[in-house]
């Protein structure tokens, strides 16, 4: 097939479906940052600013974890209560179930410090019903509340695709409270629009697995939602889908064919927070950090010609003015900026830390090769005293009591395993012993993060481009800042 004809199908088909003027109209969109930190507060609040040009995605990162967490606290302020009885209005045959998981969970006054959480079980490749329902309800009831902080305005959630076995749930909460989009990355996210079609209908989908030495599709998570919700609910409606890129051979693969195509891309750079794609050449500094060059961002002008709306991500967090473009270029996804406001979802004693470091210019992010379960880079800020302080990654005795990153193996009716668990452990059951050898629980070291740790856990942080907080924190003469301090300097206010 000749390249003419090739841009013509790739222009056809992105005509097929297009995204909604409320999401064509966002200038920035703050980025679905690790677990819970575009918290419902950040992202309801950066959604409700008066220019009416920005939103965000929420992280969907372990949603039942935290809300069964939240309710181990005590649900401080009855918020998730109340989440949970919309939820029930939309879906009236779950009560019961929905009355079930809160009364297991809940304990009035809160959990003492000392005693530790009440974990999921997730044994097995399916995850058990109670965790299915309680993923559904958990993202509803996260988009329900954000949507609450910022009426009538778009908020999104955004998915990581190698976490796999509860994700066709997550989708399907978010679909049920109204997500105007949905946003994947840490993986292929080919197999989105096709599920989200047939969640829009009502229809059974399977998700293919990824399990080692197998094909890929050998295994599968199938989920028809009239099995969960019965027979008689109106199908949800469908969100607009953006697919997170780093490669402009991505964007023209994906958009390619109907069944793969999304409604936009999020085009991320290697300086992005998170997971990142690996450079192109593998370089690695002295201590074994990646190191990119300018052979990894994406060629923008081929993202544009494919036609579809994108927003760049990466290293974006400089005051600009808001975008008049015409053309597929939206605007900007922006996390780091926001993930250090006082509205994330970052505990206030790490949130400081990292300021106080970068005030002083000591803060240093790196692209790790092995802290990531899933095999993805991932940046990684070291700060003394988290996860990433080799002192503090030495003494943690590894476990994998979470279990969002493990992979399987075919072998034992289906082990299940992570290289940041025992590394005894780990190669008993066929793993490679070199994949342990630092890599870091991201489950625990997140969850402790945004303020929900098992008792002895630190928290792992992530960002991407520190430079823009360092100059916000010039400009504003101090150490600390607001969200609303945040977006002024995006907009070029400050």
């Known amino acids: 097939m000749n ?10 088909f992105a005509l097929m479906r297009t ?20 918290s419902v507060e950040l992202v309801g609040a950066v959604a409700s600013h008066p220019c009416g040009r920005m939103s965000g995605s929420l992280s969907a990162v372990a949603l039942a974890d935290i809300y069964a967490r939240r309710l181990q606290l005590g ?22 179930d929905i009355d079930r998981l809160y009364k297991t969970y809940y304990i009035q006054g809160g959990k003492s410090a000392s005693a530790l959480f009440r974990g999921l ?4 490749l399916e995850p058990p019903r109670d965790v299915q329902i309680l993923t559904i309800a958990a993202t509803f009831s996260h988009i329900w509340r954000t949507k609450r902080l910022a009426p009538g305005r778009p908020v999104g959630i955004n998915f990581l695709r190698k976490i796999e076995r509860v994700m066709v749930y997550g989708l399907y909460g978010a679909m049920l409270a109204g997500a105007d989009w949905i946003v994947v990355g840490a993986g292929d996210p080919s197999d989105i629009p096709g599920l989200l079609d047939k969640l829009a209908a009502h229809e059974a989908v399977e998700l293919p697995m990824q399990v080692a030495t197998v094909p890929l599709g050998t295994y599968k998570i199938r989920f028809d939602p009239k099995d969960i919700v019965g027979p008689d609910l109106p199908p949800p409606p469908r969100p607009a889908f953006l697919a997170i890129i780093s490669s402009h051979l991505q964007a023209q693969g994906l958009a390619s064919s109907p069944r793969t195509r999304p409604e936009g891309f999020v085009v991320e750079g290697p300086l992005a927070g998170g997971h990142n794609a690996p450079p192109q050449k593998k370089m690695k500094d002295a201590r074994g950090y990646y190191v990119y060059g300018p052979e990894d961002d994406a060629d923008l002008g081929v993202v544009a010609e494919v036609g579809l709306p994108f927003w760049v991500a990466g290293g974006r967090g400089q005051p600009l003015k808001p975008s008049t473009a015409e053309g597929p ?22 949130r400081r830390q990292a300021l106080e470091l970068i005030w002083h210019q000591q803060l240093e992010v790196v692209t790790d090769v092995r802290a990531s379960p899933s ?10 005293g988290s996860m990433a302080d080799p002192a503090v990654y030495a003494a943690r005795k590894r476990v994998c009591n979470v279990g969002q990153l493990r992979s399987w193996r075919p072998m034992e009716e289906m082990t299940g395993l992570c290289p940041a668990s025992d590394p005894a452990l780990y190669k008993k059951r066929g793993g490679a012993a070199w994949r342990t050898d630092g890599a870091m629980c991201l489950c625990n070291g997140l969850l402790a993060t945004c303020g929900l740790p098992q008792p002895g856990e630190q928290g792992l ?28 300097y995006l907009r070029g206010e400050l």
Request: charged fraction near 25%; glycine fraction near 8%.
């Open 3 to 12: 390249e003419a004809l090739v841009s013509y199908n790739i222009r056809a």
């Open 19 to 38: 995204l909604p003027k409320a999401l064509l109209d966002l200038d920035i969109i703050v980025g679905g940052m690790g677990a819970d930190i575009s």
């Open 75 to 96: 649900d401080v302020g009855g918020e998730i209560r109340r989440a949970f009885d919309a939820f029930v209005k939309v879906v009236p045959t779950l009560t019961k």
């Open 121 to 124: 079980s997730m044994k097995g």
């Open 329 to 350: 270029l939206r605007g900007r996804q922006i996390g780091t900026i926001f993930a250090l406001s006082d509205a994330s979802g970052m505990a206030p004693a790490l």
């Open 375 to 384: 095999t993805f880079p991932f940046k990684v800020a070291l700060l003394p």
């Open 461 to 488: 942080v992530t960002l991407g481009d520190i430079t823009p907080v360092r100059e916000l924190q010039r400009r504003l003469r101090k150490i600390e800042y607001s969200t609303q301090e945040a977006i002024a």
